[in-house]
């Protein structure tokens, strides 16, 4: 695992980037905390605090050199992760930070994600880098997130050569600053041919947008007479969205952090049977730990698709 | 006398019980209480199971427990509940339990339509939500009779999702769009066609400057070799005497319907000046337009008015078009959706409409939810009410 480092106005972001194991009650269902929300009685959220928890060190070993960690079964690992990075602002908030160094801190928890999918053998991780509604956000923050992503595939694009990562984007890409759009032509077209995991970052993107503009396309389609009304399908839509780029386009697993329990418009369509984690640690506090849990989690669960399991 | 004590009794229970309840949700709408909750009523068959029931067992003590949660939300407030009853894909299962569904489900839209049943105790108005066509005659008749019979109540709104998924409901939603779209471009071209005649006569094949571009105005017959709009590629209504598959520089001159000689001179200079501000790139042949991604990233494109520029055309439908054909376009977006049994998915249910709706799973099965669950979840909601509020005037 090569050590990643982000350039940064404050090198103090290092000593203050920790994260904590969120505390998982020994022996219990590894099922997220809000599974059983009520039944625990505990109401309202609950937030790992940040910087209170030691991290556990070693309380995940890997079963021999590249192997997965106890517990994790190979034959059962989703094959496509998606991950709402939610809570980067919140975290450099509770510091008296700027909101820039919850972003520059949720970097590091992003390579160390990439780096356990590949390990792992997760074929697809999707991210949620930026929405079509944070274009409201302040003007400073909004130039400064498109600076971090223009600098960070930049400096990363060595690495995923490398390491067989093949950068995708998707999103309204229109929207993104010239240079930006260009950054991701380039990676996309330098990483096309890496195969050991595709990482799909959304950015600027809209679930419902992306299922629209697949239904623009069908409809004129039919307009053109190349489709009848009767062949419009579910698989048609499918191949029509943003997502099509993936061999496999609908995750199995969304992580979502901070506490928040929606999914905020990203990919409503193929998040239809993907199960879902919700997290109280905030994003740069995300880490391996936390990524067992989802997992750990995600393996117990018993997906039906709406048919019935004996 | 010892029956009649402990019936008394069990009155006087029942009585203090409504009494504190009533006093809780006096107390939780001093706070906001959500419009719309929708229920994901997930693990009948686990409690049949658990409880040593028969397995259709489950399902009617599931249905106690609908009852149940109707009454409490409507008594709080709620004026839009939604239920997922039955899924597409739900009838891969075994024939008998989803014939056992089916005959639960008309015996029980019998009971709702009883007089003093919940339906009139709260001026519930009935709606059966998804494809009715895959329900057999009997059960989309009871349907249909129960969506006439409350179509006059107005107090309360109770969505049952049956043979729905979301999938299946925007498929549903797009196909209505088009053909909507395709009726009235037919009923515009017909009244055009009435007005101009002559000009209408093969006005795509008319190709000298200055050409009509809207796509909308292109009738199916009347278009020749118009290129289907993918990702990658560029749609044209209409062409001139050339083929389409004549290039000089093949995608730019399909650009440019009404493309002749000294336009063309014109067009090369402003795909030079795109080229250089990287908005487009050229091929590896350094001719044909490799990809014109962000332009095509917005839809469609067209020639302008004076045959020369391109501009974007209007698509055939947007956002607007497709909610309006949502099976669900009746009632608000849900402000909750709770689904029991401690799943935490969607199951394709209301993907479009939840995209912002928190989603809250206690561990209780379907026929274990009760009032407390209901408490706890609104809440949580009223806790974090300002916040969600700001998110979705956001969206």
Same mark, same amino acid.
């Given at each position: ?8 106005? !404050? ?83 509770r510091r008296g930070l700027p909101a820039a160094a919850g972003h520059e801190a949720g970097v590091r928890s992003l390579r160390e994600l990439i780096d356990l999918c590949r390990e792992w053998g997760i074929g697809v991780l999707t991210v949620f880098a930026f929405s079509s509604e944070n274009w409201v956000r302040p003007k400073a923050e909004v130039q400064f997130l498109m600076g971090l992503f223009e600098r960070v595939i930049k400096m990363e694009l060595e690495n995923f050569m490398r390491d067989g990562v093949k950068i995708c984007l998707i999103g309204d890409s229109l929207k993104l600053p010239k240079s930006l759009q260009k950054v991701f032509v380039d990676a996309e077209e330098m990483t096309k041919n890496n195969s050991r995991l595709q990482l799909i970052v959304a950015v600027s993107y809209s679930g419902k947008h992306d299922i629209v503009q697949a239904c623009k396309t069908i409809a004129h389609k ?11 399908? +579910? ?10 780029? /993936? ?64 | ?5 402990? %019936? /008394? ?16 949700? #006096? ?108 329900? !057999?005659? +009997? ?55 009435? #007005? ?29 070799? *118009? ?15 050339? +083929? ?52 095509? @990233?917005?839809?469609?494109?067209? !020639? ?36 029991? !049994?401690?799943?935490?998915?969607? @199951? ?5 409409? *939840? ?10 099965? %379907?026929?274990?939810?009760?009032? %407390? ?21 956001? /969206?």
């Amino acid at each position: 695992m090569h050590s990643l480092r982000v350039p940064s106005p !404050s090198e103090h972001l290092d000593t203050l980037a920790r994260r904590p194991s969120v505390n998982a009650p020994a022996g219990a269902r590894a099922r997220g905390p809000y599974s059983s929300f009520v039944s625990s009685a505990r109401l309202g959220r609950s937030f790992a605090a940040a910087t209170d928890v030691a991290p556990r060190e070693g309380e995940w070993e890997l079963v021999g050199a590249g192997g997965l960690p106890a517990g994790l079964r190979r034959d059962a690992m989703p094959r496509h992760v998606a991950v709402i990075m939610d809570g980067n602002a919140r975290w450099a908030r509770r510091r008296g930070l700027p909101a820039a160094a919850g972003h520059e801190a949720g970097v590091r928890s992003l390579r160390e994600l990439i780096d356990l999918c590949r390990e792992w053998g997760i074929g697809v991780l999707t991210v949620f880098a930026f929405s079509s509604e944070n274009w409201v956000r302040p003007k400073a923050e909004v130039q400064f997130l498109m600076g971090l992503f223009e600098r960070v595939i930049k400096m990363e694009l060595e690495n995923f050569m490398r390491d067989g990562v093949k950068i995708c984007l998707i999103g309204d890409s229109l929207k993104l600053p010239k240079s930006l759009q260009k950054v991701f032509v380039d990676a996309e077209e330098m990483t096309k041919n890496n195969s050991r995991l595709q990482l799909i970052v959304a950015v600027s993107y809209s679930g419902k947008h992306d299922i629209v503009q697949a239904c623009k396309t069908i409809a004129h389609k039919v307009k053109d007479g190349h489709l009848e009304l009767e062949d419009i399908s +579910e698989g048609l839509i499918e191949q029509e969205l943003e997502t099509s780029c /993936s061999e496999y386009p609908c995750p199995d697993l969304l992580i979502r952090t901070s506490g928040e329990l929606r999914l905020s418009n990203f990919m409503l369509w193929q998040l239809a049977y993907a199960e879902l984690f919700f997290v109280p640690a905030l994003w740069p506090d995300f880490g391996k730990a936390e990524f067992m849990e989802a997992l750990l989690s995600y393996q117990q669960r018993q997906r039906r698709y709406g048919t019935r399991v004996s | 006398m010892g029956n009649e004590s402990s %019936w /008394s009794g069990s009155q006087c229970l029942s009585t203090l019980n409504n009494f504190f309840r009533k006093y809780l949700f #006096r107390v939780l709408s001093c706070g906001a209480i959500p419009t719309h909750i929708a229920f994901i009523m997930d693990g009948n068959r686990r409690f049949a199971k658990k409880q040593n029931m028969v397995e259709g067992e489950g399902h009617r003590a599931g249905y106690k427990s609908l009852i149940s949660m109707l009454n409490y939300c409507y008594e709080l407030g709620v004026k839009y509940i939604t239920v997922y009853a039955f899924s597409i894909e739900n009838f891969k299962r075994k024939p008998e339990e989803v014939q056992y569904l089916m005959d639960l489900m008309v015996e029980k839209i019998d009971e709702l339509l009883r007089e003093g049943s919940i339906v009139n105790q709260y001026g519930m108005r009935l709606y059966f939500i998804g494809n009715l066509k895959l329900l !057999s005659e +009997e059960v989309r008749t009871a349907a249909e009779k129960a969506m006439k019979a409350t179509a006059h109540n107005n107090r309360t709104v109770l969505l049952i999702c049956v043979a729905y998924t979301s999938y299946d409901e925007i498929v549903h939603a797009v196909q209505e769009s088009c053909e909507e779209k395709m009726n009235n471009i037919q009923a515009e071209n017909t009244s055009k066609a009435g #007005r101009n005649s002559t000009e209408q006569n093969g006005s795509c094949e008319k190709m000298n400057g200055v050409h009509p571009h809207e796509i909308q105005d292109c009738h199916k017959r009347e278009v020749h070799g *118009t290129v289907i709009l993918g990702k990658n590629e560029i749609c044209c209504n209409g062409f001139s005497k050339l +083929e389409a598959s004549e290039k000089k520089n093949g995608v730019i001159k399909r650009a440019v319907p009404g493309f002749n000689g000294e336009k063309w001179n014109e067009v090369q200079q402003s795909m030079q000046s795109q080229l250089s501000k990287g908005t487009i790139e050229s091929g590896e042949d350094g001719e044909t337009i490799q990809e014109i991604k962000p332009l095509l @990233s917005k839809g469609t494109i067209e !020639s302008g008015e004076d045959g020369e520029t391109i501009q974007e055309i209007k698509p055939l439908i947007n956002l607007v078009d497709i909610e309006k054909h949502m099976y669900m376009a009746v009632a608000p977006d849900p402000d909750i959706v709770i689904r029991s !049994s401690g799943e935490t998915r969607l @199951s394709n249910f209301l993907l479009w409409q *939840t995209g912002y709706s928190p989603l809250y799973s206690p561990a209780a099965l %379907w026929p274990e939810i009760g009032l %407390w669950h209901l408490v706890g979840v609104v809440l949580h909601y009223q806790r974090n009410y300002s916040y969600l509020q700001k998110k979705r005037k956001q /969206s």
